[in-house]
């Protein structure tokens, strides 16, 4: 089984603290979906003939697709890949974009999973974010998708915001969980640099929080979404039992991928290839059927840190004999060395064959897993 990710870079603005590609130029929507097409005819033999399991539509913001663009675009996977095997296709939308008109739209076309960039129900948070939405629109994009009969919508939250209270926090958590929504998505605010964010801070205009207030959203975040029936399944990623995200989930157990689009990254299980971030030049090379990207091969070492990244931060934990298996004595024990510190201070803990995360290490997840990486000058 096999995905495939399909990026829509327009967007009407963007956030201060996006540094996702994406670009204003909405005028080029529809040379971009002739290019995007080809490029997906022209690679259909990444995958290796794999039946496509999941396709994700993600941005930018593809809700700003019409339909004719969107029936192009399934026409052309279903001709070079087929749907027939396809149980999960998602699409990214912004709620100001959900209006009765685009829900029924998309209702005609196969999509059968919503994630809404929600962000936060604070309205005064979301004017500094520069996001086009206000609660009540957003509130009501999920009502209308619910109404439509889409059954397996997922929202995107954003903690560790300047000035944030647990009040504010807490009222996010609540209004998403009184939404009923089956998936939530939360992450802590980051300063990517070169984002007009980043920028803020190099201004000294907006302060980080710091980490005790982080942790405190964190745990607040872990606590009231168990107590509401979702799993964490992911560092960041909750779900009611059955609705778990099978695209994001295929990253997470290094099944093949295919992405298509400027910026858009590839997986096959021996390397790693990903497109040049650059509308223009994109659609200029695909129109003289060339492919602009870059690409990593991967060695033993290379793997092996993937595999732990991937498999530490998700419920399943890495398997133990597997990761023997697959990587050899030599990193199994580098493994099993670098873990034991962590499992003595009871952040890592080995149950049945697996190497998981305690819920005291989920907090400092990113430095454990550090740890056990790879460093190729020891």
Known sequence: MAGIYIHIPFCKRRCIYCDFYSTTQEEKKESYVHALCKELVSRNSYLDGETVETLYFGGGTPSQLDERAFLEIFNCVTRAYGMEGCKEITLEA?????????????????????????????????????????????????????????????????????????????????????????????????????????????????????????????????????????????????????????????????????????????????????????????????????????????NLHTRYNERVITSIRTIRGLRLSSLKEEFGEELYLYCLQNASPHIERGLLEIKEDTLRLTRQGIFISDSIMSDLLWVDNL
């Open 94 to 298: 912004n709620p100001d974009d959900l209006n009765a008109d685009y829900v029924k739209m998309l209702r005609r076309l196969p999509f059968n999973r919503i994630s809404i960039g929600i962000q936060t129900f604070h309205d005064p948070m979301l004017q500094w974010l520069h996001r086009r939405h206000t609660a009540h629109q957003a509130i009501d994009a999920v009502h209308r998708c619910q109404d439509a009969g889409f059954g397996n919508i997922s929202i995107d939250l954003i903690y560790g915001l300047p000035n944030e209270t647990n009040a504010i926090w807490e009222k996010d958590l609540r209004q998403a969980i009184d939404l009923k929504a089956q998936h939530i998505s939360a992450y802590h605010l980051i300063y990517e640099e070169g984002t007009p964010l980043w920028q803020l801070k190099d201004r000294h205009q907006v302060n980080e929080v710091d980490e005790e207030k982080s942790l405190s959203f964190f745990a607040r975040l872990i606590d009231t979404l168990k107590e509401a029936g979702y799993e964490q399944y992911e560092i960041s990623n909750f779900c009611l039992p059955g609705y778990h995200s099978r695209h994001n989930s295929s990253y997470w157990t290094e099944k093949k991928y295919l992405g298509c689009g400027p910026s858009a990254h590839s997986y096959n299980q021996t390397s790693r290839q990903w497109n040049l971030s650059s509308l223009d030049r994109y659609i200029e090379q695909i129109e003289k059927g060339k492919l602009p990207f870059e690409k990593e091969d991967l």
